[in-house]
């Protein structure tokens, strides 16, 4: 019994280890089918190896990977100013810190993201960029950066990796362009990541010196509501259709614009319907208490948050109200409205119908 204790246990490190470096030769194409294929093999019986989708923090990596490919907002460049070069894109994905279910006794995937994996296009992690964590414990995030397919630019960062192909070391190469590729993508990353957990600038006593939107805006960008139980079959974080292919992200806080009686509050949410039905995505705004998007609508002073539209990132109408249809096969990046008649804390949720 004790040699297959400890046989069992290497099995799930092995198990884990290939979800924490090969997750994205294991994320299904739109063919349906994996780059990769992993068994793990014990005495004659194949183990199943998770899909990264269901494991936490791979999700949000998955989330960011998708993003990245999609393009569009969200996405950023990285890039070199002298000399001019592309050196790859990053995105970030953010949502609530996923119970974790430990695969190994001393598992290698930390217990809160607050990572990059960074790549080269053919997409194997080389090591992973530990950056900020965000303001409170219930959220995490995960990112993902690709180098860019240059060869000049590749070159420099596969000459740059050790034997063991597990870091980006820019003192491992001669001085030049390729050690400044390096060297300045991985400052350029570490900058991104700094920004997207403090979007204003603003952070702890800087704060008090901004003008009531500003910091209502810099709160709102770091909100982090707890996921009360009985709000977990709702999308607060990344969702994935079960019984069809579709996928939609948590609502992510983008901005504030000013009324003259009121704000409005802008959440951007990115979904993908890859079936043959329509998918009904209705956003359910609510005011924060205690760190948790609450069903509450009507505000002390009087007044109402609603949603006023879905829209696109340049402010054309998409639909009015709550509900957004995405048609088959088809993907969308939208913004919604949320109007708020006077500063609160506030949070939007969304609910996906199939």
């Known amino acids: ?15 884990e280890a290939l979800l924490w470096f090969f997750w994205p030769k294991m994320i299904e194409r739109e063919d349906g089918r994996a780059p990769i294929s ?4 014990c005495d004659g019986e194949d183990r199943i190896v998770p899909r990264p989708e269901s494991i936490p923090p791979l999700d949000l990596f998955v989330e960011a990977w998708r993003q990245l490919k999609a393009g569009g907002h969200g996405v950023q460049e990285i890039r070199c100013g002298s000399p001019k070069k592309l050196l790859g894109k990053m995105s970030i994905a953010r949502g609530f810190r996923g ?3 430990p695969l190994s006794a001393e598992p290698v ?5 607050r990572h990059v994996a960074l790549m080269r296009p053919v997409e194997l992690v080389v090591r992973y ?3 900020p964590p965000l303001p409170h414990g219930s959220h ?3 990112g993902v950066f690709i180098c860019d397919t240059d060869k000049e630019v590749e070159r420099a960062f596969a ?7 597990d870091d980006w070391s820019p003192d491992n190469l001669p001085k030049g362009h390729a050690q400044t590729f390096v060297r300045t993508g991985l400052r350029r990353i570490k900058d991104a990541m700094t920004g997207f957990i403090y979007p204003s600038g603003a952070t702890g006593a800087g704060m008090a010196d901004q003008p009531p939107l500003a910091r209502a805006a810099t709160m709102l960008g770091t909100l982090v509501p707890k996921e009360s139980p009985e709000r977990s079959n709702r999308a607060s974080r990344a969702q994935t259709g079960r019984r069809r292919r579709w996928s939609v992200s948590e609502p992510a806080f983008v901005k504030l614009e000013a009324l003259e009686t009121g704000v409005d509050a802008l959440f951007e949410v990115n979904a993908q319907n890859r079936s043959s039905e329509p998918l009904v995505i209705s956003a359910a705004p609510g005011a924060v208490v205690d760190d948790d998007i609450s069903g509450e609508t009507e505000l002390p002073r009087g007044g109402k948050i609603e949603v006023v539209c879905w829209e696109t990132a340049e402010g054309v109408i ?3 109200g709550r509900i957004q249809v995405l048609d088959p096969d088809e993907s969308l990046v939208a913004r919604v409205r949320v109007r708020i008649p006077e500063l609160a804390a506030v949070g939007l949720l969304l609910e996906v119908t199939d």
Do not use: N
Request: negative net charge; proline residues 9%.
């Open 109 to 113: 995937i930390p217990a809160t993201s």
């Open 129 to 131: 960029l530990e950056g």
């Open 140 to 142: 995490e995030w995960a």
């Open 1 to 15: 019994m004790p040699e297959f204790g400890s046989q069992a246990e290497r099995i799930r490190e092995i198990t």
């Open 38 to 41: 992993f068994t793990v093999r």
């Open 318 to 320: 998409l639909s009015t």
């Open 99 to 101: 119970d974790r279910r």
């Open 159 to 165: 000459q740059s990796e050790p034997p063991a192909h």
